[in-house]
Structures are given as C-alpha cells and as structure tokens.
C-alpha cells in the first residue's frame, strides 16, 4: 500500500502544473479515480480563473452512513515547477534542486487518493466522498473562489494544505483585505514652477507613514506591497499606483485596520493637493473553531487513531478551507507533512504522507460512527 502511496505522488511530482496549466495533473486523476469508482466531472469555473481546466469533483457514495466526508487538495503548484526530478534517499523526498517539489499540495492530493482507495478496498462502513481538487490556488484561490456551494456539500472538509507534521489542526485563519490605490497629483516642471504641481509621490509616502505595518497584534497583520509612479526627475509626478493588505483573526478588528488604513490615504491625498482613488478586495472571510467544537473533537480523537498527536494551531495565512468554510461547510486544513514550501529545498517524509493517509481514513471511520 506505501508503495502505491508513494508511486502515485511521485508521478503527480512529475506532471508540470504551474497555475493556470493544471489539466495533465486533472486527467491523471481522472483514471485513478474512475478506476476505483468514483464519479468525475469538471466544474465550469473555467471561464472565471482562466486555467485550461475546471476543478475536479468526484463522488463516491457511502457504504452504511448517510454522512459526508469532503477532502480537498490544490493541483497547481508555485514556479519552478515545470520538469521536476523527484529524488527519494532514506525516506525523504526531494526535487533534484533546480525546481520545487509540488509537495505543496501533491503531498496532499496523493494522501487524499490512497485513503480513498483504501476505504474503498477495506469494505468496512464508510461515508460518502466528496473529493474537490482545485486550480489556481497559488495565485489567490481561483479554483476555490468559483466553486458552487452545491460541489463542497458536505458533513466535514479537511483540506490537505498545511505545512508542519501531520497532526497540526489549523483552528483559526484571518478574514484577508487587499488594496490598490492610485494617487492623483498635478504635473509640473520640478525645475521651474514646483510650486505649481503636486506630487503624487509625496502624497503615497505621507500615507504610509501614517500608517501602523507589520506586526500589530498577535492576531493582525499589515504590509504595502508595492508602489510605482512617477517618470523624470525634472517632473513632478501625477500618479502613483500603491497597493498593499492587512488581516486579522478578530473581524471587527479588521475592519478597524481597513479603515485606518483608507483614512490614512485618504487624508494624506487631500493634504497634499490632489485625490486618490482607493479599491479594497476582500480576498476571503476568516474563521475560528471553538475548542469544544465537535468536529474539531472528531478529527482530534481521529488524530489519535492514526497514532499522531493533535496540535491546534492559529496561522496568518489563507487557504482553500477559508473558502469552503465561508460556503458553510465545518472546514479543517490540515497539516500535510511537506516542509521548505515555495522553495527548491521542498521536502516531504514518506512516512509523512502515510501518517497522513492513515489520518484521513481514521477521520472517515470517526463520521460514519457519529
């Protein structure tokens, strides 16, 4: 069975699957999961991410429970992905060094089929699976983001995207605001008649220094992160283009930050003599589990089963289950075991992917007992 587990993410290692570019990856898991009588179709969220393929959603119905457990897992992976060379020494899994390794999320997918297959084979009473394998996750939640509600339907997600040892139980993730502002100043000769233009420039540093960035609390967050305009120096600049975000575990928190950060531009664009033009995106909700949260309760003891130790964690990032979870359903992402994401340093244990295997079948067996 390892072997299986390991042959398959190997092979998913290998298939190119920059974002955008996720098919080949797609129609691998097709046959698998054909093979083992799922029911595939692709959703029609191409047109909204762009990518050459929807997102995958496959069923299998339950044997002796009317629950359902939904699993997901992204296909894309970060740059550079393409032409990766897994390399297995003593139980751990690398790229050969001039890519990353796709562990982030293949480690995820690959787990997620395995189990699959297993409780299929096992015959033992299990719940309905509901698989959703997403694109476009890495360039801002595409895939998840146009998602139906209808495809994620389900009793309990666990989201296979997570870094740290399997076991690690994200309970809360930020609500996430992003911005991009455009300063409008008036040109003039910067050598001549300065007095008669208004720097746009100036305008976006003085709103930046009025804003609090970085660590504001232990909950929330805020970073500029980029900023461009401007031309020859004997000019001064009309428009300056800035972006940047803020997030917080705390909602009202949040909005408090937005709106410091909006008044901040706002005042510094009026002081210096022109205007700014301001559009914020709320990138996804947060969420937060209570600690007496039943499915929190079910994947802790399931945890147990698998022979892994629980631990709860907060983090700062997003992913697809804060995508889910604000579609209603009880959504977990899950520590997956890979390590050094984003990086040609990519890593993942193999004995990490059975772990985590072992989990989501333990997670199934703890739904149908319910």
Same mark, same amino acid.
């Given at each position: ?7 398959? @993410?190997?092979?998913?290692? /290998?298939?190119? +699957?920059?974002?955008? +570019? &996720? ?10 999961? &054909?093979?083992?009588?799922? *029911?595939?179709? @692709? ?33 894309? %992976?970060?740059?550079?992905?393409? #032409? ?39 015959? =033992? ?36 995207? *997570? ?6 139980? =994200? ?11 455009? @300063? ?7 050598? =001549? ?47 300056? &283009? ?20 909006? *008044? ?9 003599? #022109? ?20 499915? $929190? +309760? $079910?994947?802790?003891?399931? %945890? /147990? ?7 709860? @964690? ?18 977990? *992402? ?11 340093? &990519? ?10 295997? /072992? ?5 199934? =067996? ?5």
């Amino acid at each position: 069975m390892t072997d299986r587990l390991t042959d398959t @993410f190997l092979a998913l290692a /290998r298939i190119d +699957s920059p974002s955008g +570019s &996720e098919a080949r990856v797609a129609a691998y898991l097709t046959g698998i999961l &054909e093979d083992a009588g799922f *029911a595939v179709r @692709f959703d029609d969220s191409r047109a909204l991410t762009g990518a050459d393929t929807g997102n995958l959603i496959a069923v299998i119905e339950g044997d002796g429970s009317s629950a359902t457990l939904v699993l997901s897992a992204h296909m894309d %992976c970060v740059q550079p992905c393409e #032409g990766v060379e897994p390399v297995v020494k003593e139980g751990v899994v690398t790229s050969a060094g001039e890519t990353v390794l796709g562990a982030d999320d293949k480690a995820g997918i690959a787990a997620i089929v395995e189990a699959s297959r297993r409780l299929i084979e096992s015959g =033992v009473a299990r719940p309905a699976i509901r698989l959703v394998i997403t694109v476009s996750e890495e360039i801002g939640l595409k895939g998840a983001k146009a998602l139906d509600a209808h495809d994620v339907h389900g009793d309990l997600c666990l989201v296979l995207d *997570a870094d740290g040892d399997p076991g690690g139980i =994200v309970v809360a993730a930020p609500t996430h605001y992003t911005f991009a502002a455009t @300063f409008l100043g008036t040109a003039a000769h910067a050598g =001549v008649y300065p007095e008669l233009g208004h720097s746009a420039i100036e305008m976006a540093a003085n709103a930046i220094a009025r804003m609090e960035l970085g660590r504001l609390d232990p909950e929330s967050t805020a970073n500029i992160g980029s900023i461009g305009g401007g031309g020859a120096t004997n000019v001064v600049p009309a428009n300056v &283009e800035l972006t940047g975000e803020c997030r917080s575990l705390d909602l009202a928190r949040v909005e408090e930050i937005r709106g410091r950060m909006d *008044a901040a531009m706002r005042t510094a664009a009026i002081e210096g003599g #022109g205007a700014v033009q301001i559009a914020w995106t709320k990138e996804y909700d947060g969420y937060r589990f209570a600690e007496d949260d039943a499915i $929190l +309760s $079910l994947v802790t003891l399931a %945890c /147990r089963d698998a022979g892994l130790e629980p631990k709860t @964690f907060e983090t700062g990032g997003g992913s697809d289950a804060n995508i889910i979870s604000a579609l209603g359903v009880p959504t977990l *992402a899950l520590s997956s075991g890979m390590r050094d994401v984003h990086s040609t340093s &990519e890593s993942i244990r193999l004995d990490d992917m059975e772990a985590l295997t /072992r989990l989501v079948m333990a997670a199934a =067996v703890r739904l149908v007992e319910e």
